[in-house]
C-alpha cells in the first residue's frame, strides 16, 4: 500500500533518508523553515541589504528536499514572518518587511528553493561541479527577484541598485555555493557508504 507524499517521484537526499508520507513532508518543511530563520540570524548589518546565511538555508532546502517541498517551505517561511514571528533577519516581522524593499529576496527564496529542488530532482547536486552550478542558478534567481524589488521600493538607479543590493553579495554567494555543494556531496557520499554497508 502506498502511501501519500509530496516526495517528488525522483528522489532528493530527504527521502532517501526518511520514510514518505504526508506527516514526514510536514516536518521536512516546517525544518526547512526554521533553518531558513536560525540562519537569517546569522547576518552582517548593511544598508540596505544585510548580508545572512538565509540563502545557504534556501539551497540546502531546495536541494534536500526537492521542488515541491522545498517551495512549500520558504512560503511557510515567509508566512510566519507576515503573521509576526521573528524570522527574518535580526529577528524582525511584519508586513513591512516582506513588503520592503528586502521583500523581493524573500519572494525570490521560494523560486531558488523550487530550481534547486528540480535541479535536485535531475541528480545535479550529486556531483560538485553540478551542485555548484545548481546553487549558483539558484542565488541567481534570488537577486533576479530581489534587485527590481530593492530599486523600485526605494526609488535607486540601476547603479545604486547593483552596488547596495548585489556587489556585496557575489563573493558570499560564491562561499555558499561551496559549502551547500560539499555539504550535498557529502551526504550522498555517506548515504552511498550506507547502501554498501547493508
Not at 541589504?49 to 534556501?58: C, F, M, N, R, Y
Not at 503573521?83 to 523581493?104: F, N, Q, R, W
Not at 529576496?105 to 535536485?120: D, E, R
Request: glycine letters at 12%; charged letters at 10%; hydrophobic letters at 55%.
Amino acid at each position: 500500500m502506498s502511501t501519500f507524499s509530496l516526495a517528488p517521484r525522483r528522489t532528493v537526499l530527504a527521502d532517501r533518508v526518511l520514510p514518505r508520507s504526508l506527516a514526514v513532508d510536514a516536518g521536512l518543511v516546517l525544518a526547512g523553515a526554521a533553518l531558513t530563520a536560525g540562519l537569517a540570524q546569522v547576518a552582517i548589518p548593511l544598508w540596505p541589504v544585510p548580508i545572512t546565511g538565509q540563502t545557504l538555508a534556501v539551497l540546502l532546502v531546495g536541494a534536500s528536499l526537492g521542488a515541491v517541498r522545498g517551495a512549500t517551505s520558504m512560503v511557510v517561511y515567509a508566512l510566519a514572518g507576515l503573521i509576526g514571528l521573528p524570522v527574518y533577519s535580526d529577528h524582525t516581522s511584519g508586513a513591512a518587511v516582506l513588503l520592503g524593499p528586502t521583500g523581493g529576496y524573500i519572494v525570490g527564496f521560494v523560486l531558488a528553493a523550487a530550481l534547486t529542488g528540480w535541479l535536485a530532482q535531475r541528480r545535479w547536486e550529486r556531483r560538485f561541479v553540478g551542485g555548484m552550478l545548481a546553487f549558483v542558478a539558484g542565488s541567481v534567481v534570488v537577486f533576479l527577484v530581489g534587485l527590481p524589488w530593492l530599486k523600485v521600493s526605494l526609488g535607486l538607479t540601476w547603479s545604486q541598485t547593483l552596488a547596495g543590493g548585489l556587489y556585496p553579495f557575489i563573493v558570499g554567494g560564491i562561499i555558499k555555493a561551496v559549502i551547500a555543494a560539499l555539504l550535498l556531496r557529502g551526504a550522498w557520499a555517506l548515504v552511498a557508504r550506507a547502501d554498501r554497508s547493508k
